[in-house]
């Protein structure tokens, strides 16, 4: 397929893009790959064009304020056949339809030499301005690029800009083999990628792909880049230069496009996420497109492949940074900040490895999901939403409170906090995760939440199979966690806590960020040892439906009950706010039993159910 070239009034005022039949494109000064923002007098939308597979159409749009030249008149309309141009303003566009043709090798050079990167550190730049100035644009012009295609275009256009007597430049790739006898996809790019020698001679190996190529002379014959010199520099992972024709033979032949050049170097582009890659540049001893005087010695294109290395080594590392920003975008929906920072610090194998910690583990789960689904049952796809955004409090809770998300259990969602780092205040978090969910819960789901809290010694880290693993956290706490999120339903309580849990909130967190009472002293259903239950409450500002006064009230109720006062506890609990459900658990166990303790009372209500 032909290319479209723009071509301003400075070299580096230029862009080669292919064009595809019948696909229309738009040139103007602002937006778009096919953007020409260099020149003022260029439109913001000057004109539209058309491949046909034959000729290309343009046509001048309506808020175009300068006119197309066409050898010299101005038109409006018009169709050019591969070969012409037209200009706008002071940028000309050449419709070039050239081939690249790597299959065939050049001559044997005259003059082969490697460069290793040590060396070319001692190599001085007699124009370092210039030179710092192109490679200032390599981190915009890597951000910029919309996909690799255009990035390809953006570095070959830069490359002729800071070579001033390159007359062609490419981005060139090793060709990835495919075959029952390989050993894997892309294996002469690792080969190049290690520095390593590969065991094929050259012969054998598959002609290299142009991902991109383009020349100052707009038309002026095909592409014949040099295979040889190409898999010898990025199978040797090093800078090759090659000469052709000496200073002196190049400046007595004349140039016609079917001449070779006369010298041509490759820079392999270091970093697995360019594996393969290579920089090539090719050019003449008699070119200098800066108006400096023609270099007559080799050696002299010491500076131009130290650019050039520069080059690939900026674009091989902003190309790695940008892969591991996808990496941990993509990892970020599997692995909570606090995972992925020790990711970054530690081996995989050793941050994830499984050990025992100190954890506090908080299950959440939905409310009113029966209810909800009753309403939704010809709208699944609106219920699925419901309890996606759900689900999507809690993780995103867990996750600002430095928790790591260990779970989903269908409308439940599971948090720990205390691995992979030991947190000493993973209460505290864990307490502010908590409320958190239980408020915006209130406020905006359509659900109400119930939490189950428990901190103690478990098992933390990647756990599964050969088949599957995950990470998550693994023992009796997180048993009990569950049991407590269970039993929710029962007290009517949002939140519950362990005893352990509860100690360390009345030990270390303030009031002002969370309360806690007990409520009861039960023996929860399935299991031999009984356990004391408490809540934990929003700070008295954020919920002042239940003051510290009343919190005093129900603490001496619940004394009472446990000591077999029963009338005493039922007078207390009375003068409790008729909003806590919570109290209603002793109340209803008093009324059950006539309230009076039976004979063999010990304090502990034994639950029927989970």
């Known amino acids: 397929m032909p290319d479209l070239i723009a071509q301003g009034v400075e070299p580096q005022q230029r862009w080669r893009r292919p064009l595809t039949e019948g696909q229309e494109i738009a040139i103007g000064r602002l937006g778009g790959a096919w953007a020409v923002p260099w020149d003022h007098q260029v439109s913001r939308l000057h004109a539209r064009l058309v491949w046909n597979g034959q000729r290309l159409l343009v046509e001048k749009t ?97 490359l002729l800009a ?26 002469e790019a690792r080969l190049a990628a290690d520095g390593a020698s590969a065991p094929s001679p050259l012969s054998s190996l598959p002609s290299p792909l142009v991902l991109h190529w383009d020349q100052r002379l ?43 050049f006369d010298w041509a170097f490759c820079v392999p582009v270091p970093g697995k996420s360019v594996s393969g890659w290579g920089l090539y540049v090719a050019g003449r001893f008699n070119a200098d497109q800066s108006g400096a005087t023609p270099t007559s010695d080799p050696n002299d294109l010491r500076e131009d492949v130290k650019f050039t290395e520069l080059v690939a080594a900026m674009l091989g590392s902003l190309r790695q940074m940008r892969l591991l920003e996808h990496r941990h975008a993509a990892l970020s929906q599997f692995f909570s900040p606090v995972v992925l920072e020790s990711l970054a610090y530690e081996d995989p194998e050793v941050a994830l490895a499984p050990r025992e910690t100190e954890v506090s583990v908080m299950f959440c789960d939905l409310r009113g999901f029966s209810r909800e689904s009753e309403r939704h049952s010809g709208d699944l796809l609106g219920l699925l939403q419901q309890v996606s955004n759900a689900l999507g409090v809690m993780t995103r809770r867990i996750r600002e409170q430095g928790g790591v998300v260990g779970d989903f259990q269908g409308d439940a969602a599971m948090g720990f906090w205390g691995w992979p780092l030991p947190q000493s205040d993973a209460v505290l978090r864990t307490c502010r995760a908590a409320l958190a969910v239980r408020s915006e819960f209130e406020a905006a789901t ?18 599964g199979t050969v088949d599957q693993v995950k990470v998550t956290v693994f023992g009796p706490v997180v ?45 929860p259903f399935g299991l031999d ?82």
């Open 446 to 463: 359509g659900f109400r939440a119930g939490i189950g809290i428990a901190t103690g010694p478990a098992v933390a880290g990647k756990i």
């Open 162 to 187: 800071g070579v001033p007597r390159a007359d062609a430049a490419a981005v060139v790739a090793v060709e990835e083999r495919r075959g029952a006898g390989d050993e894997g996809r892309g294996k």
């Open 479 to 523: 048993n009990l966690a569950s049991r407590l999120e269970g039993m929710t339903r029962i007290i009517q309580a949002p939140i519950l806590l362990d005893e352990t849990t509860a100690r360390l909130v009345r030990r270390g967190v303030p009031r002002e960020v969370a309360r806690v009472r007990r409520l009861a002293v039960v023996l």
């Open 218 to 260: 707009a038309i002026s014959g095909n592409f014949r880049p040099s295979r040889s010199l190409i898999l010898e520099s990025l199978r040797a992972g090093q800078s090759l230069l090659h000469v052709w024709r000496g200073a002196a033979a190049a400046s007595a032949d004349t140039y016609t496009i079917s001449d070779a």
């Open 62 to 158: 309506p808020e175009a304020k300068n006119p197309l030249f066409l050898h010299g008149r101005q038109e409006e309309r018009f169709e050019i056949a591969p070969g012409d141009h037209f200009v706008v303003g002071q940028t000309t566009f050449t419709l070039a339809d050239q081939q690249v043709d790597v299959s065939l090798d050049q001559p044997a050079p005259v003059q082969q030499q490697s460069f290793s990167a040590q060396y070319l550190k001692g190599v001085q730049f007699r124009n370092p301005d210039h030179r710092i100035e192109v490679l200032s644009r390599l981190p915009e012009v890597i951000s910029g690029a919309a996909g690799e295609k255009e990035l390809f275009v953006r570095l070959v256009s830069m």
């Open 529 to 610: 040892t009984p356990l004391e239950i408490s809540e934990l409450l929003p700070p008295e500002s954020e919920y002042p439906e239940l003051t510290d006064e009343h919190l005093e009230i129900y603490e001496a109720a619940l004394d009472a009950f446990l000591a077999g006062r029963w009338k005493e506890s039922f007078e207390l609990l009375h003068r409790i706010p008729a909003a806590d459900q919570a109290k209603d658990f002793l109340v209803v166990h008093i009324a059950r039993h006539n309230r009076r303790p039976p004979s063999d009372w010990d304090g502990v209500i034994q639950l029927a159910s989970k």
